[in-house]
T-cell receptor
Framework: GENVEQHPSTLSVQEGDSAVIKCTYSDSASNYFPWYKQELGKGPQLIIDIRSNVGEKKDQRIAVTLNKTAKHFSLHITETQPEDSAVYFCAARPSTNAGKSTFGDGTTLTVKP | GAVVSQHPSRVICKSGTSVKIECRSLDFQATTMFWYRQFPKKSLMLMATSNEGSKATYEQGVEKDKFLINHASLTLSTLTVTSAHPEDSSFYIC?????????????FGDGTRLSIL
């Protein structure tokens, strides 16, 4: 089955700095890669996703890159703000919606004011 | 955007009680919903895949008689924790993707914090 590894497990940055979280996956059948932000006591919220036919996607301060050959993808947050502090999860999934997502172990991001 | 509603948000009950958690897709239909369990500071652990109109598919190690899943309509799946015990205390989260097209995002409910005394 799929195996997703996520690094780092914790990340602390100064407000305004950039944050990068990296994930690797093992199953070449995976072709949908979402990123979720989870705040304390809440469910994960989708913040950005990328599909295997695209190498990079950007949405304001958030960007995701995908290297399908190397089987890794990364989340980039620029100009970080204290409200970006949360746990971030990457995931990998086959294209079918019924396919199971495999999640990384999460990264706790702390943005210091 | 797509919304998944999960109720209740928090349950505290005595050992031996059965607890039902509802997961609804509010503005889309979902033939498949997923149920997860999350321990503190851990990732999401898939428990089962809920299939509309058919039996749920359980992950290895998850007791299907303990965690009953019913997906009676295209917008509602329920998880019943039967005869709950303190070790069943956890954060349970459901998710759903819109039916009909592939590569659709998975939307999560806000979870249910279950505490068994």
């Amino acid at each position: 089955g799929e195996n997703v590894e996520q690094h780092p497990s914790t990340l602390s940055v100064q407000e305004g700095d950039s944050a990068v979280i990296k994930c690797t996956y093992s199953d070449s059948a995976s072709n949908y890669f979402p990123w979720y932000k989870q705040e304390l006591g809440k469910g994960p919220q989708l913040i950005i996703d990328i599909r295997s036919n695209v190498g990079e996607k950007k949405d304001q301060r958030i960007a995701v890159t995908l290297n399908k050959t190397a089987k890794h993808f990364s989340l980039h947050i620029t100009e970080t703000q204290p409200e970006d502090s949360a746990v971030y999860f990457c995931a990998a999934r086959p294209s079918t919606n019924a396919g199971k997502s495999t999640f990384g172990d999460g990264t706790t991001l702390t943005v210091k004011p | 955007g797509a919304v998944v509603s999960q109720h209740p948000s928090r349950v505290i009950c005595k050992s031996g009680t059965s607890v039902k958690i509802e997961c609804r897709s509010l503005d889309f239909q979902a033939t498949t919903m997923f149920w997860y369990r999350q321990f503190p500071k851990k990732s999401l652990m898939l428990m089962a895949t809920s299939n509309e109109g058919s039996k749920a598919t359980y992950e290895q190690g998850v007791e299907k008689d303990k965690f009953l899943i019913n997906h009676a309509s295209l917008t509602l799946s329920t998880l019943t924790v039967t005869s709950a015990h303190p070790e069943d205390s956890s954060f349970y989260i459901c998710s759903a993707s819109p039916a009909g097209r592939d590569n659709q995002p998975q939307h999560f409910g806000d979870g249910t914090r279950l505490s068994i005394l």
